[in-house]
Every structure is written in C-alpha cells, then in structure tokens.
T-cell receptor
Framework: GENVEQHPSTLSVQEGDSAVIKCTYS??????FPWYKQELGKRPQLIIDIRSNVGEKKDQRIAVTLNKTAKHFSLHITETQPEDSAVYFCAASSGYQKVTFGTGTKLQVIP | NAGVTQTPKFQVLKTGQSMTLQCAQDMNHNSMYWYRQDPGMGLRLIYY???????DKGEVPNGYNVSRLNKREFSLRLESAAPSQTSVYFC?????????????FGDGTRLSIL
C-alpha cells in the first residue's frame, strides 16, 4: 500500500519568514495530494490540494509543488503569521477512499 | 449547514465496556470514514463506507465495528474497549462520485479507556 513520509516533525520559524514542509509518497498511482491544517483541539481542515496534472498551485501565502518523477510534494508558507501555528498533514490518494496521511508537522511561528 | 457532526465530544470508559460513536453529515456525501489520531502517528483509517449499505476495513480495523445506517449516518462501535483504543476519533465525509475530492472532518471524539 501507499506510504507517506513527512518532514520535519516540528518546525519553528520567526514571524515573517517562510516555512517549507516536505512529503514523499511511494505509490506511483497516487494522483491527488491534499494538505490539511489542524489547530490545537480542532478538526483537520483542507488548506490546499494539487492534482497530478499540475506541478504547482498557489493560494495567497500558501503554495504546493509536486514532483511526480521523484514522488515528492511540498507545502510552502510565505510571510508566516502567528495564526499559521498548527499541525500540518500531507496526504496522498489514488482515488476512491485510498487516502494515506503523513504523520504531521507541528509549525510554531514565533512573534 | 453543520457539515459533519460527531457525538459525544468526550468519553471515559473502563476496560471491557462497549460504546458507539455517532457521526452524521448533511452534505449529501456518499463516502464516510472513521479515523483515529494518536500522537506522532497522523490519521489512520479504521473503516470507511463508499456508499450507503457498504463498509470496508481500513488500516487499523481490529477491535472496531461500523454501521452505515443511511446516507447521513455512520457509526463506530467498540465492543470491548481496551486501553490501546484511547485516542481521538474523527469522522469524515467526501463526495467520491467525483474523483479525488477533499474530506470534511467532524470535531472529533476524545476517548479515554481506563
């Protein structure tokens, strides 16, 4: 089955700096890569996703890149703010319920 | 529009007790899921239901049973709770008639087994 590895497990950045979280996947059939943000004690919520026919997608301060050849994808957050502090999960899916999550990255933005 | 609603939000059980976690969604989604979340292990799929009347095992199904009562409701049952089942349980739903759609999560049930 699919295996998704996520790094780093914790990340501290100064407010205004950029943060990058990286994930690798093993199943070449995976073609959908969502990212979820989970604030302390809250539900995971989708922040951005990318499909395999696209190499990069951006939404304001958040961007995701995908390298299908290398089987890795990354989340980039620019101009970080304290409200970006949360746990971020990557995931990979080959469709129809086959979603595998990474183990999460705890991002701390220091004011 | 409530989205995905889980009950209860918190529960403490003794080893060997049984319990059912409830989940309901009002988005008319076909697919529903149960995950458990443990520190450092991300979200692991317990069971899922692709549509009303069908259920399938996920990554960690042992010790659990599920029922897809109708299109809206998907329940998770612990028949004989064990301390290893102490976790946060999330229910989710998605519209999988359209390939590769995001999952929508409930607020979670925090379950402690003593």
């Amino acid at each position: 089955g699919e295996n998704v590895e996520q790094h780093p497990s914790t990340l501290s950045v100064q407010e205004g700096d950029s943060a990058v979280i990286k994930c690798t996947y093993s199943d070449s059939a995976s073609n959908y890569f969502p990212w979820y943000k989970q604030e302390l004690g809250k539900r995971p919520q989708l922040i951005i996703d990318i499909r395999s026919n696209v190499g990069e997608k951006k939404d304001q301060r958040i961007a995701v890149t995908l390298n299908k050849t290398a089987k890795h994808f990354s989340l980039h957050i620019t101009e970080t703010q304290p409200e970006d502090s949360a746990v971020y999960f990557c995931a990979a899916s080959s469709g129809y319920q086959k979603v595998t999550f990474g183990t999460g990255t705890k991002l701390q933005v220091i004011p | 529009n409530a989205g995905v609603t889980q009950t209860p939000k918190f529960q403490v059980l003794k080893t060997g007790q049984s319990m059912t976690l409830q989940c309901a969604q009002d988005m008319n989604h076909n697919s529903m899921y149960w995950y458990r979340q443990d520190p450092g292990m991300g979200l692991r799929l317990i069971y899922y239901s692709a549509s009303e009347g069908t259920t399938d095992k996920g990554e960690v199904p042992n010790g659990y049973n599920v029922s897809r009562l109708n299109k809206r409701e998907f329940s998770l049952r612990l028949e004989s709770a064990a301390p290893s089942q102490t976790s946060v349980y999330f229910c989710a739903s998605s519209e999988e008639r359209i390939l590769n759609q995001p999952q929508h999560f409930g607020d979670g049930t925090r379950l402690s087994i003593l």
